[in-house]
């Protein structure tokens, strides 16, 4: 496995309410996840990293236009980042503004061992509606499914569903696309009718419930690569059992 591979997490939360506390939990969610981690550095304009003595109190004071500022642990060879922003109501489902939390961290073996706790602390922390976990080069093919073309509507890779823009889709609680790991808050899961004791065995015997009555779901025992066809089907099917997911579903 190469350095350069990346687990991206993203997980998509109601809009901060000005010095949201939120934003701190959401990086001491990750902290908790994986113990040794601290995320007490600043990049410079530069990109050095610059210590952060009171870095939760800086982190309150620097939230501005609904996001929060870069945190990261200061090391260059294994770099792990957070940070938040906020996405426009015009831009999201439901008419409704939302904090976007992201993450990134290398794609090893202690990374990928915690991935589900990553995702949840994440997720949890920002009281999500729901996120996801998924590898750099899996996640760039997932957005094909809503990126529109020169000439109008998404072109899906790999035979994957073309998915509704984000704005289209009629209530925040509802997932936009699918992830390696899933996170879904207890109200996502019910407007996606997860889970369902016949329909999904499979899934149910990779997924977790946490404290909030939410869900993380794993697609698959690996991390998702659509290289590998046992995993591409996997995602296909997960859209095929959940067509609430990206506006499929009738109206």
């Known amino acids: 496995m190469t350095p350069r591979k990346r687990l991206a997490v993203l997980v998509y939360a109601p809009a901060l309410a000005g010095k949201d506390r939120r934003a701190i939990d959401s990086v001491h969610g990750i902290e908790r996840a994986l113990p040794g ?3 007490e550095c600043r990049l410079s304009k530069g990109g050095r990293p610059i210590a952060l003595p009171q870095r939760d109190a800086w982190l309150i004071e620097s939230i501005e236009d609904g996001g929060f500022p870069m945190v990261c642990n200061g090391d260059p060879s294994h770099p792990v980042t957070v940070w938040g922003r906020q996405r426009d109501g015009l831009f999201s489902a439901g008419g409704q503004a939302q904090l976007e939390v992201h993450a990134k961290l290398p794609l090893d073996e202690p990374v990928i061992t915690s991935a589900a706790a990553v995702l949840e602390g994440v997720a ?11 590898p750099y080069d899996a996640a760039v093919d997932i957005a094909y499914q809503t990126a529109p073309t020169m000439e109008g509507p998404p072109s ?33 899961a019910q407007a996606i009718g997860f889970p369902d004791p016949t329909r999904d065995a499979e899934l149910l015997s990779r997924s977790r419930r946490t404290a909030t009555g939410g869900w993380v779901v794993q697609l698959t025992p690996e991390p998702l690569d659509l290289d590998n066809p046992a995993h591409l089907d996997a995602l296909l099917r997960a859209y095929e059992r959940f067509p609430e997911i990206g506006g499929r579903a009738a109206p």
């Open 37 to 39: 981690l601290r995320l």
């Open 124 to 134: 949890e922390g920002a009281r999500a509606h729901w996120g996801r976990a998924t």
């Open 156 to 188: 899906p890779r790999r035979g994957l569903p073309a998915l509704k823009l984000f704005e289209h889709i009629r209530a925040p609680e509802i997932p936009y696309y699918l992830g390696w790991l899933n996170y879904w808050s207890a109200a996502a």
